[in-house]
DNA sequence: CTACTGACTTGTTTCCATTCCT
DNA sequence: AGGAATGGAAACAAGTCAGTAG
């Protein structure tokens, strides 16, 4: 079904070469497209230029000073490199860390010469105040930069991109997502992670694969270098690649999501969700048999796809134990991380959940459950320490078979998705009035994301400034509010002169009166509807589940049904990357 | 079944440009 | 004009899940 999908983005894409060729390579496009389906190809013709690397490193003047100490040391440049990116940091609280030291001075050392690594041998005794000094001074003349200078800086960068930023793929030109190949630094883990301080190298031309059709023009590596490896893999979306040295994974260059082949895979992802809705009432009145189920392993996959299902938890794969922080999703639940309540205030039955999820971010949550569950819970709990599993029989991969063969194309996430998306529907529905101004309304549509965020336990910490600005956006209200008293005397005023004179002028001032008055009215409902909005808003991050797991069609019909503009709902490259949606949907889409 | 790899999505943080406010 | 606040984009870390080898 998703052949059509060319009628969606021909809009989109700009087309290249010549009429006729075009109308030849069309033809071949859609044979293509119909053979496409059964092997998986991703595409016929990829060409690009490469990636960008970092610029080199510039050493240090002279009058920058690095002491061991207390003693004046000039660093080759290779330590020397490695030592700023120390001291760029210095500010934050990472430096302070054990771990992030340890593993600093471990792979500083590497950089050193010999004579270096004698002499420098404790981190408390390096003194980077200088360097830091330096890269502070450097950002501040950044900043004062003239006008004409930061132009031009602009205009490099829009060169590069036009250069670099966009590939060919299919008849399309296509926008690169990241082009550029991360420079070289020290690793910020998140949470608490092992190897947070570690070196992250420089990326060399000699370091890359790249990816691109046999019959296009090759990108050319920088003078005097090679690429590791030039291949022509139609199976994958990628156009060049990297192994990173600190967990030894692949990084990838891929296309940005408003291109068609992410754009497709969205779509997919969200008609999967979909399929999800036609058959999850028999799915949980499955898993709900299989709550009392003979066998161990079917009662956990059971309760486990409950907690997906319901909490809308993420699958949780085994990760290496000393390689990162430690984290866990469904599957991969210790004892430690519940604990259960019989009874807990006017509720029975309940699980308290904390552990720490993705992104070291912790999940929070007291849930009463149902009885079935919380027996299965005892069950599961006994005989075992707070380290041991809490699904001992059960893992990621046995789940998705199992939900596999539940409904084709069915994994873990499509729970999330399928979740997400039709809280929203639901919220948008029981929230929005017609009757409502546009702010009202957005507000509405705020208050459906924020529930599908909270769900998703999508949390931000509450930016720094936040009291300050709720203080400045009250005063802004209290003026508004003396404006509007005042301007209600005035209009009161001009009735009465109105009354007296029965003169086309006062009734002219009348009329302006009451405009204003109106106009004040509206501002004021503004505001107080922004504040409303902020303050909900306080800890909760909205961005995440707006990119990621609502059907954006589920949006493109709201605003059509209440008269919105869809710029209010999405921003420029929400847009680009929903063309899609917004293209398709018409008011009445039920996801 | 386990271990491991590869490809791709999802997530937070940081950086930067624009807007807002004085 | 200039600085603070804000929102968006870039950067890049951390997940999911399928496939393969042993």
């Known amino acids: 079904i998703f052949n059509v999908r060319l009628l969606y983005f021909t809009f989109l894409n700009h087309m290249i070469g010549l009429q006729i060729r075009l109308q030849a390579q069309k033809m071949l496009l859609i044979r293509w497209e119909e053979e496409r389906s059964t092997d998986g190809s991703k595409w016929r013709f990829l060409e690009h230029k490469g990636p960008v690397f970092a610029p080199p490193y510039e050493p240090l003047p002279d009058k920058v000073k690095f002491y061991y100490d207390g003693k004046l040391m000039k660093l080759a440049a290779p330590a020397e490199e490695v030592a700023t990116f120390f001291a760029k940091m210095l500010d934050h609280e990472y430096t302070t860390k054990d771990v ?37 001074a450097q950002s501040e003349a950044r900043k004062q930069m003239s006008k004409e200078e930061k132009q031009k800086i602009k205009e490099d960068n829009e060169r590069i991109l036009q250069e670099y930023g966009f590939c060919i ?38 370091d890359i ?41 692949i990084k990838y260059i891929m296309l940005n999501p408003s291109s068609r082949i992410k754009g ?18 028999r799915i949980r009145n499955q898993y709900r048999e299989d709550w009392k189920s003979k066998e161990m392993r079917i009662r956990q996959r059971a309760v486990a796809l409950y907690f997906i299902d319901k909490l809308a938890l993420r699958a949780g794969n085994e990760k290496e134990e000393g390689e990162t922080a430690d984290t866990v999703g469904c599957c991969s639940l210790r004892v430690e991380h519940i604990n259960l309540y019989p009874k807990l205030d006017d509720q029975e039955y309940v699980v308290e959940f904390d552990f720490l999820g993705k992104d070291s971010i912790r999940y929070y949550n007291r849930i009463p459950v149902e009885k079935r569950v919380f027996k299965n819970l005892q069950l599961f709990l006994e005989n075992k320490q707070p380290g041991d599993d809490l699904f001992d029989r059960l893992n990621t ?26 809280t929203l529907q639901q919220q948008l529905k029981e929230l929005s009035c017609s009757d409502d101004s546009v702010p009202a309304k957005i507000l509405s549509y705020n ?14 910490a509450p930016p720094k400034t936040f009291e300050k600005s709720m203080q400045n956006l009250q005063t802004k209200i209290d003026e508004k509010q003396k404006q509007l008293s005042a301007a209600r005397k005035q209009l009161k005023a001009a009735k009465a002169e109105h009354k007296a004179s029965h003169d086309d002028k006062s009734k002219k001032a009348v009329e302006v009166k009451r405009k204003a008055v109106q106009r004040i009215e509206e501002q004021l409902m503004k505001l107080q509807v922004q504040a409303t909005d902020r ?18 069609r589920i949006s493109v019909a709201w605003c059509k049904k209440f008269g919105i503009p869809i710029e209010k709902i999405y921003n420029k490259t929400q847009r680009e990357k929903f063309a899609w949606a917004i293209d398709m949907a018409e008011k009445d889409f039920e996801f």
Not at 264 to 278: F, H, I, S, V
Not at 447 to 460: G, K, T
Request: net charge positive; with cysteine.
């Open 397 to 422: 991969s046995i789940l998705n078979k199992h939900l596999q063969e539940l409904m084709d194309g069915l994994t873990a996430k499509v729970f999330r998705t399928y979740n997400a998306s039709i």
């Open 447 to 460: 208050r459906a994301n924020r529930a599908v965020a909270i769900l998703c336990n999508h949390q931000r």
């Open 100 to 136: 992030f030291r340890k593993n600093f001075f471990k792979d500083w050392r590497k950089e050193m010469t010999s004579e270096e690594k004698s002499k420098i041998t404790d981190l408390n005794k390096c003194n980077f105040a200088g360097m830091n000094e330096y890269f502070k």
């Open 209 to 249: 694969i790249i990816n691109c059709s046999k019959d296009s023009k090759h990108p050319k590596p920088p003078p005097g270098t090679k690429w590791k490896e030039v291949r022509h893999d139609n199976k994958v979306t990628w156009l060049a690649s990297w192994t990173e040295n600190i967990q030894g994974s």
């Open 264 to 281: 497709e895979k969205d779509w997919q992802k969200y008609e999967t969700a979909r399929r999800l809705k036609k058959c999850v009432d």
């Open 535 to 552: 303050e909900e808003n306080k800890q909760i991050a909205l961005g995440t589940s707006k990119l990621n797991y609502l059907d954006p």
């Open 169 to 206: 793929m299919d008849n399309h030109k296509e926008r690169i997502g990241n082009f550029r190949i991360e420079p070289p630094g020290l690793f910020r883990g998140r949470g608490d992670h092992p190897k947070m301080g570690m070196l992250k190298r420089r990326i060399r031309p000699e």
